[in-house]
Structures are given as structure tokens and as C-alpha cells.
């Protein structure tokens, strides 16, 4: 039956013709009808799903000619073990040299430490609190109490003694002052006596005659200044004031004027040693004035130094007090603190713990876990395996050599084909020694070979300022049809996520740094036959990103299992005469044509975004 009717329709053209014409005409009808309005943009939805996510990077090259490969180390120490010579055969995960590994070793032991403490601290939390706890956390609240009440003690101690040091400071500045006083009191009415005609009156004059006269006037001058602070100083010290502030200002006055009284003894002394002898005036009379007047200065000077003592005692005892009363705060902020501290811990105690506190130790125990894997691939650097089977081709190294960091140490022959694969910086940054590799070669179709990744250049090759890696890749497989010199791709898998929230590439956009999808309110949709209208526009949901590959992206937070996305967005134009049905003349007489430039999808244009579209 079914060849009758291929025979009919090349004999019957206008009938086919006929046929066609009424079978596009429904097919562009049901189209258009299902498709939503004109000027309707319809949206392709997909399910939030789990799945693996494998991520790789692609190289190309050739099939090697030689199967020779360094054996590098990864990690910088001595050789305590050499377990091969030249010519020896290995199998794949046979150690070949052993490392000093006593630092790594350290850091497994640490980690392991830590980790072990997390999940006690973990456990604890967990458990909840016993009775010798909540016992003991209560006596240490008892002591926090104590050292509180104790530090306020203190506090008061300090000042009290603060209060008595500085007024004992203040009355020894008195004391020294009424000596000043004393002792200026006998230079200036006494010992001046015979120097001057009419001591202590404001007219005195010098009892002998001087050749420098400028001396002499001064000392009138100074003579009378001098009484005048001597009487002032008198007064003080019959009215000593109670406030503090008062004598220190009057202390201040009194170091600065005494420069003055110094001042008057250097000039008389000028005087002195200006007189001249005559009748009435012998020179031991004036030798006994300049010994007179000596003694004067060195009071002058005493007296300026004693004043100035005392007002450097009052300031470091002002400054001792402070830092004493400061200090007695300070235990009082630290006692009270640890007050606090012990009540929070006992009331921590007798409610339970916190399930924040529990999901934060939890996150330390990861964190630990993580700290010890680190350690513990580093420990394996320092043991050197062979990755895979061969024979030992040179052996440079003894026992006891430094060995470098990404440094070739031994050679191996394998019988295993190899693969030189040309990397990109940045991707040979993501590739390690025993990578899973698929290889596909164009001269033979259909062929995927696996393989692993056996080495990585540890310096790269500058080419027109491009720099490449060079990796090799050993074949799982042998085929007799894989020759030396044939190129070849290769897909190095460098990560794996597996059992995680998944959304197609399209889906995922970005804007202003920040990444997100496109989730519609799915009371307003309704469905047609390319996907869903909505009568909201949608909505941008912030997301965080994980590991993509050529078609999917990891979401690892931001989206829930089962949720709806938008992965296509389909606007379609308002013109009516662009969305009908091609003629069926013009597919008739250019359809090749048609076909070689690019079928038109009528009155839609497709828009993407994000990765794969």
C-alpha cells in the first residue's frame, strides 16, 4: 500500500501541490493560535534540578614520539629515600623516593589536634552541661563577684592615699619655701649689713666706692626688688592657702622672681670686685665682701633650685595619683567585665546550648577538617610515587640531595602512548598530575580514548607573547591506529560537583557585579505551545554560583529545589503580515535556497542571556 502511494504523488503533481498547500496552511494555523497573540513575549521555564556538574578545560597537540617523562617533586626538601635505580621497572603507585617530611608531618599532627579539640567542643555543646559544671561555673562567679567588690576596695584606697600624698607633697613645698624664705631673709637684712650704708632701708647705698658704676646702679635698683619679694613671700606664707591651684600658680611666680634675686647678687658681686680701696675702705674689708657676696650667689642659686624642686615633686605626684587611680579603674573595667563574663557562662550553663553556638562549632569542625586535608595532601608530596607503569630511565639523585620545588628528579620510559597538549596560563593553573583526561584524535572518527595527566611544565614557553604549558597525558588504552605525530584534543577534567542544585547556562545573567535569574509570579502564566505568558514581567533573584560546564551552572545558594526559572525569553513583534505561513510557492521554487541562507522563524527573534546562548 505504502509504495502505491509513493508512485501516486510523482504522477499526480497538482494534486501533491494541493495536498502540501492544505497541510501548511493547518499546521501555520494551529501555530499561530497556540502560539499567544501578537505582540505576546513568551517565556521558556526550567526546573531547578540536581545533578553533577563537571568542569574541564580543552588542549590540543600530538601524539608524542617519545614515551619518556621527568618524575617532578612538588614540595622543596632533602632526599631520605631512594627506592629505585636505572633500569628498574615500576608499577603505577609505587613510591620511588621519600622526602624529609618532619615539618609536614608537624602540620598533620597539629591539624589532627585541632580538629580532635572542634569535635570535643562540638560534642560538648551537644551534650549539654553537668552538674560539676554549672557547680564550678558558680564558684567562679562567686570569685568574679569577690574581685569586683575587692577592685572597688582598691579604688577607694587609691584615692584616699592619692589625696594624703599629694597634701604631705604640698606641705613639704611649704616647708621648703619658709626655708627659702629663711634663708634669703638672713642674706638680704644681715649678711648685707657693712656692704650697704642703711641696710634695710630703701636708701641704701654701698659702703665703699666702686669702679663700675652701671654695677652699682643695678644694685640699687635690684635691692629693692628684692625686699619687695621677700616681703611678699613673708605674706604668703603667714596666709598659706588651702587650694592647690593657688600655690601652684604662687610657686610658679616665686621660681621666676628668685631669677631676679640671683640676678641682684651677680651684680653686687660686679660691685665688689669693682671696688676701690681708700682711707676708710681697706682691701681686707673688701676681700671680705667679695667672700660675703659669694656666699650670697650660692644662696641665690639654692633657693631658685629648691623652689623649682618642689614644683616638680607636686607634678609627679599629680601624675602618679592619676595613673594609681587609673589603674585601680582599669581592674575595676577588668573585674567587671569578668563579672559578666562568669554570670553570662553560668546562665549559658543552665539554659542549654545555644543551637547558633552548636552550627558555629559546627562550622569550625568543617573549617578543621579542611585545615587537616590541606596538611595531609602536603605530607603526600613528600613521598614520590609513579603515576604510572614504566621503566626508570635516569636516576640523577642519591640519598641525602636537595630537591627543588616543581624540580625533575628521575625519568621514566613508559610503554604507554603519550599525548603533548598545548595550555593556556590560565587553564595550566588549574591542572594537576593525575587529572582524568577523554582524548579524541581527527584522523580516526569515532575514537575517545582516556587518560591521565602525567606532567605539567613548571615554566611555560613565551611564543609572540603568548604564554603556553606544555602537559603530557598518558593513554589508558592502546590502539594500533594511534600514531606518533597525529593530533589530537583533550578535555582535562579539573572539577567535580556532584548532587548539587542545577540550572541550565542560559539562565544565569549578570548585572553590576551581581549574578541572578529570572523567576516569574506563576499565578499570571499561562501556557502555549513554545512555553508560558505571563502577565507580570519578571522578577530578578539574586544567586550565587558554583562550578559551570558546557551547559549547566551549580547554584549554591539563592534558589530551592524544584523552582522555576526562565532560561529563554521569546519576544515576539506586533506585525500581523510577518507572522503568517510562507507561501508554498516559495518553498516550492526556492527552498535550497531557503535552506542554505537560514530558515526564518517567522515573526519571532530569539533573546538569550547569560552563559550558552
Do not use: C, W
Not at 548 to 567: N, Q
Amino acid at each position: 500500500m505504502f509504495q502505491k502511494i509513493l508512485k501516486f504523488f510523482p504522477r499526480h503533481k497538482f494534486v501533491t501541490a494541493l495536498v502540501i498547500i492544505i497541510i501548511v496552511a493547518i499546521a501555520g494555523f494551529a501555530i499561530h493560535s497556540m502560539g499567544g497573540g501578537a505582540g505576546q513575549t513568551v517565556y521558556v521555564l526550567s526546573t531547578v534540578e540536581r545533578g553533577t556538574i563537571v568542569s574541564s578545560i580543552s588542549g590540543s597537540g600530538q601524539v608524542s614520539a617519545s614515551n619518556q617523562i621527568d618524575i617532578t617533586s612538588k614540595a622543596a626538601s632533602t632526599i631520605t629515600d631512594l627506592k629505585v635505580q636505572k633500569g628498574q621497572e615500576v608499577k603505577e603507585g609505587d613510591i620511588l623516593v621519600s622526602l624529609d617530611a618532619k615539618d609536614a608531618v608537624s602540620s598533620v599532627r597539629d591539624a589532627q589536634i585541632s580538629l580532635d579539640n572542634a569535635n570535643l567542643s562540638l560534642q560538648k555543646l551537644k551534650n549539654g552541661s553537668t552538674e560539676s559544671e554549672i557547680t564550678a561555673s558558680k564558684l567562679q562567679l562567686d570569685s568574679a563577684q569577690k574581685n569586683y567588690d575587692q577592685a572597688k576596695g582598691d579604688l577607694e584606697v587609691a584615692k584616699t592615699k592619692a589625696d594624703t600624698d599629694l597634701n604631705n607633697t604640698y606641705d613639704d613645698a611649704k616647708s621648703a619655701l619658709q626655708s627659702v624664705y629663711s634663708s634669703l631673709d638672713d642674706s638680704l637684712n644681715r649678711q648685707l649689713d657693712g656692704i650697704f650704708i642703711n641696710n634695710n632701708t630703701d636708701n641704701a647705698k654701698l659702703s665703699f666706692l666702686t669702679a663700675d658704676s652701671s654695677a652699682e646702679y643695678d644694685t640699687y635698683n635690684l635691692k629693692i626688688k628684692a625686699k619687695n619679694l621677700l616681703s611678699e613671700m613673708k605674706d604668703f606664707l603667714q596666709n598659706y592657702p588651702s587650694d592647690h591651684l593657688t600655690i601652684d600658680n604662687k610657686l610658679s611666680e616665686f621660681s621666676s622672681d628668685l631669677t631676679m634675686m640671683q640676678n641682684f647678687f651677680s651684680r653686687l658681686s660686679d660691685a665688689v670686685n669693682g671696688a676701690i680701696v681708700t682711707n676708710s675702705v681697706s682691701q681686707s674689708t673688701i676681700s671680705g665682701y667679695k667672700s660675703t657676696v659669694a656666699s650670697l650667689k650660692s644662696t641665690g642659686n639654692s633657693s631658685v633650685n629648691s623652689i623649682n624642686t618642689q614644683i616638680r615633686n607636686i607634678a609627679n605626684q599629680k601624675t602618679t595619683n592619676v595613673n594609681n587611680i587609673r589603674s585601680a579603674e582599669n581592674k575595676i573595667a577588668d573585674a567587671s567585665t569578668s563579672l559578666t563574663k562568669a554570670g553570662n557562662d553560668l546562665k549559658d550553663l543552665q539554659v542549654g546550648s545555644d543551637p547558633l553556638d552548636i552550627r558555629a562549632q559546627e562550622l569550625q569542625v568543617a573549617k578543621a577538617q579542611i585545615n587537616l586535608s590541606n596538611a595531609q595532601e602536603k605530607l603526600a608530596d613528600y613521598t614520590i610515587k609513579a603515576s604510572f607503569d614504566g621503566v626508570i630511565a635516569e636516576v640523577p639523585i642519591k640519598k641525602g640531595d636537595n630537591v627543588t620545588a616543581n624540580g625533575a628528579i628521575l625519568s621514566l620510559i613508559t610503554k604507554q602512548q603519550i599525548a603533548e597538549i598545548s595550555l593556556n596560563e590560565v587553564d595550566a593553573a588549574s591542572v594537576k598530575v593525575g587529572q582524568l583526561v577523554t582524548l579524541t584524535l581527527d584522523a580516526i572518527e569515532g575514537l575517545s580514548i582516556t587518560g591521565k595527566v602525567a606532567d605539567v611544565d613548571s615554566l611555560g614557553t613565551v611564543s609572540q607573547g603568548v604564554v603556553s604549558y606544555n602537559t603530557k597525558v598518558t593513554f589508558d588504552t592502546q590502539d594500533s591506529r594511534v600514531k606518533p605525530g597525529m593530533s589530537i584534543s583533550a578535555s582535562i577534567i579539573t572539577n567535580t560537583s556532584q548532587n548539587v542544585l542545577t540550572v541550565p547556562n542560559s539562565a544565569i545573567k549578570n548585572s553590576n557585579g551581581s549574578t541572578y535569574v529570572e523567576v516569574l509570579d506563576e499565578s499570571g502564566l499561562t501556557t502555549v505551545a513554545t512555553g508560558v505568558t505571563s502577565k507580570t514581567a519578571p522578577r530578578q533573584q539574586q544567586v550565587v554560583v558554583g562550578l559551570s560546564d558546557d551547559s549547566y551552572t551549580e547554584i549554591v545558594s539563592g534558589l530551592d529545589e524544584g523552582a522555576k526559572v526562565v532560561s529563554k525569553t521569546i519576544a515576539a513583534t506586533a506585525s500581523k503580515s510577518n507572522s503568517s505561513a510562507p507561501s508554498l510557492l516559495q518553498n516550492l521554487g526556492g527552498s535550497n535556497r531557503a535552506g542554505s541562507a537560514g530558515a526564518s522563524t517567522g515573526n519571532r527573534t530569539f533573546q538569550g542571556g547569560g552563559p550558552g546562548m
